[in-house]
């Protein structure tokens, strides 16, 4: 008898499996797959029988195994046209293909006993895949915070100056967005549930007559085709309806998005400060940035992730109102929106990821611009330390504040109206009242940078290392990718 699905010697090769993983995800999507995974189970269906003697026998199994990719879409089409069924096409089209077990094939089984059934299985390799993209983003994001986490850069908030940060230390805000959707995804594996064998309202009563009316045989038959397609019997939902809970799609698509908002989020960062000349997105040297305006560096990788990842998660809502919306044991307005959503939000947020793992790995970042920009804005963020040092020498703290307040608001308005520099130290070491402060000293930026740096170090050792550990033959195995 032919080997089980979950066999390590099975011909069957999962998408992940592939040399070419920047195909891998429209490979898990792809029509031959879905089809193919279909026919996995409808040889799992078999084998299950098989072993409790319903009715399959070994040379039909084997006959429908023989056939397992030999697969005629053109035919299946030919079948739908005529049936107007695709499942039933696909039966048909499989009794083609193996005659042998063309009676046998779908025996007491209804359409979503195959389709729930085989899009949890697609659905396991496409999160799977989704995980190992996010481990490589947070492992290329930490490398690169590794290396800055030193440099103090001006930090913003509603993008206007504050205290200051490390460059390194705000990719690790990132890369801590990027694990706390990893996170998420894998919930989302560990929760992943088959349908099991239910039949048309979830009751089992197809089963339970080919069973001979003997609950026993008929869990005895569904752990039998779980196993032979390599899942635990235990993770199968205790109850479902005509389909699984379309609940879980909804938990599915959000967490898909929870991955897009930490795309958004970094990408849009390093558009900003691409604006700002401090950092850039990788930039080839025959790149065209603009058709018009020759100087242009675009920051297109960025924008393109960012449009990506918008779309994904306007998708989360969509899964919210499928699942609201299914009536009782099922209607059938799921399935074709099911088809669109879900692979879509996949293949998205799948291109998504890859631009950002090409973008973490090629980040320019320029020292110099960094340093000038928070050395024009750091007499600012200093003031506070010097009204302290002015009061430790003896001052009135409230004539010191005043005394600072109107120097900078004149600095400030110089800077605005003429395009000047930042002179509020120059005018503070005119005024008596500062007079013996080292106010170079005061503005010293790793003064203000606080824990940054060990913040860093902590997301490390704490966060970033256990990723990798979990993820090494993945991040050893993927292939550099071009975007």
Same mark, same amino acid.
């Given at each position: ?12 090769? @999962? ?25 996995? #189970? ?28 030999? #697969? ?21 089209t499989l009794g083609d293909a193996a005659p ?5 094939? !779908? ?6 006993? #195959? ?17 190992? &993209? ?79 009316? @003997? ?12 196993? !032979? ?48 000349? *401090? ?37 989360? !809502? ?66 506070? *330390? ?14 010191? !504040? ?46 203000? #940078? ?10 490390? &050792? ?12 993945a991040l050893a195995q993927e292939p550099e990718?071009?975007?």
């Open positions: 008898m032919a080997t089980p699905d979950n066999d390590p010697s099975r011909s069957y090769r @999962s998408p992940l499996e592939t040399r070419n993983a920047s195909r891998a995800m429209r490979t898990i999507w792809s029509d031959h797959h879905r089809v193919s995974t279909w026919r996995r #189970i409808w040889l799992a269906l078999a084998k299950a029988q098989h072993d409790l003697k319903l009715g399959p026998t070994a040379e039909q199994v084997a006959a429908i195994e023989t056939a397992l990719d030999d #697969i005629d879409l053109d035919a299946a089409a030919r079948h739908e046209r005529e049936l107007r069924h695709d499942v039933m096409a696909h039966v048909h042998a077990a063309r009676a046998i094939i !779908h025996l007491g089984a209804t359409s979503q006993d #195959i389709v729930c059934n085989a899009d949890a299985l697609l659905q396991r390799e496409a999160l799977t895949l989704t995980a190992q &993209r996010l481990a490589r983003v947070v492992d290329r994001l930490a490398s690169f915070a590794e290396r800055w986490k030193s440099q103090p850069a001006l930090g913003f908030t509603h993008y206007q100056p504050a205290q200051p940060v490390t460059v390194g230390r705000r990719a690790a805000q990132w890369a801590q967005d990027f694990a706390v959707a990893l996170a998420e995804v894998e919930s989302r594996l560990e929760g992943l549930r088959l349908r099991g064998l239910r039949g048309a309202t979830g009751t089992q009563a197809s089963y339970l007559t080919l069973c001979g009316c @003997s609950a026993d045989r008929v869990a005895e038959l569904e752990q039998s085709f779980a196993q !032979h397609l390599g899942w635990e019997a235990t993770r199968l939902w205790p109850l479902a309806a005509q389909t699984y809970p379309r609940i879980a799609d909804a938990q599915m698509l959000s967490s898909l998005a929870v991955a897009a908002c930490a795309v958004h989020k970094c990408a849009t960062d390093l558009r900003l400060l691409c604006n700002l000349r *401090e950092i850039d997105e990788p930039f080839e040297s025959s790149q065209i940035g603009s058709s018009a305006m020759p100087y242009k560096r675009n920051p297109m990788r960025c924008e393109r992730a960012t449009g990506l990842a918008r779309f994904v998660m306007s998708l989360a !809502h969509n899964a919210y109102d499928t699942a609201a919306t299914q009536w009782l044991e099922r209607s059938l307005d799921d399935s074709s929106n099911r088809r669109l959503s879900i692979p879509e939000a996949f293949l998205a947020l799948d291109g998504a990821l890859e631009i950002m793992a090409n973008v973490a790995g090629g980040l320019v970042v320029y020292p110099r611009q960094v340093s000038a920009r928070l050395a024009a804005e750091l007499p600012f963020l200093a003031t506070e *330390e010097i009204m302290l040092a002015a009061v430790a020498r003896g001052a009135d703290r409230q004539d010191a !504040h005043e005394a600072i307040r109107r120097h900078a608001q004149a600095a400030a308005h110089r800077i605005k109206a003429e395009g000047a520099a930042n002179d509020l130290l120059s005018r503070l070491k005119g005024d008596s009242m500062f007079s013996g402060c080292d106010l170079d000293a005061v503005v010293d930026p790793d003064r203000y #940078i606080g824990l940054a740096v060990s913040q860093t170090d902590a997301f490390m &050792r704490d966060v970033a290392a256990p990723i990798r550990t979990r993820y090494a033959h990718l071009r975007v």
